[in-house]
């Protein structure tokens, strides 16, 4: 069964803050994803990697940042929080293999930044 | 580009009674269409998906979906909708060919199987 987990479940944090969220995938896959969910706008990628040290940006990267230095793990961190982050932060990895196309996902962060 | 519409925020349905879930998409390339479902705090979990073959996908729990090219659609049904089906669905899209590895996802449809 892959796996993906997320640090916390709920986290609360205050405007200008710098906030961590640290996603593990136990199944070494290549591609790793962060997305928020909101109400109405469903899920919106912020940043993708599909390899160590490598990243792109997704639709919506103002303001977050990630780091991948292990194929594991994969962080986002958001450098000054803002009200307008709060949301459902969601990892899901997916493998670089041929016909490997589903996406795995993590239970999910709620931030709240007060 | 690429983007999926899901027309509706909600679907009422009766439990024992046919239901359908819409989606729409728009790609460049070859689509690699999902369907996730997401139950109250928890992640998404994957239900089915089409990447090439038989237009008519079957995936878990008794759900299939039917991949209508000239339509650019990959509604999701059940026959008989069950209380246990209530939950939040998103339907995504990948472009197969050299798009971006990452799925685009639409904004959820809401089910809501009423006992």
């Known amino acids: 069964d892959v796996k993906v987990t997320q640090s916390s479940r709920y986290l609360v944090k205050r405007t200008g803050e710098k906030v961590f969220l640290e996603c593990v995938q136990d199944?070494?896959?290549?591609?790793m994803f962060w997305y928020r969910q909101d109400p109405g706008l469903g899920l919106r990628l912020i940043y993708f990697s599909y390899d160590v040290k490598m990243k792109e940006k997704g639709d919506i990267p103002e303001g977050y940042s990630v780091s991948r230095e292990k194929k594991e793990r994969f962080s986002l961190i958001l450098e000054s929080a803002s009200t307008n982050q709060t949301s459902m932060y969601l990892c899901?990895?997916?493998?670089?293999?041929?016909?490997?196309?589903?996406?795995?996902f993590g239970p999910g962060t709620r931030l709240t930044v007060l | 580009a690429q983007s999926v519409a899901q027309p509706e925020d909600q679907v009422n349905v009766a439990e024992g009674n046919p239901l359908t879930v819409k989606c729409t998409y728009s790609?460049?390339?070859?689509?690699?269409l999902f369907w996730y479902v997401q139950y109250p705090n928890r992640g998404l979990q994957f239900l089915l998906k089409y990447i090439t073959g038989d237009n008519l996908v079957k995936g878990s729990y008794g759900f299939e979906a039917e991949f209508n090219k000239s339509q650019t659609s990959f509604h999701l049904k059940k026959p008989s909708a069950l209380v246990s089906d209530s939950a939040l669905y998103f339907c995504a899209v990948r472009d197969g060919g050299k798009g971006r590895r990452a799925l685009t996802f639409g904004s959820g449809t809401r089910l809501q199987v009423q006992p």
């Open positions: 199944m070494d896959h290549e591609n």
């Open positions: 790609v460049s390339g070859n689509p690699y």
């Open positions: 899901a990895s997916r493998s670089g293999l041929a016909g490997a196309d589903e996406q795995f």
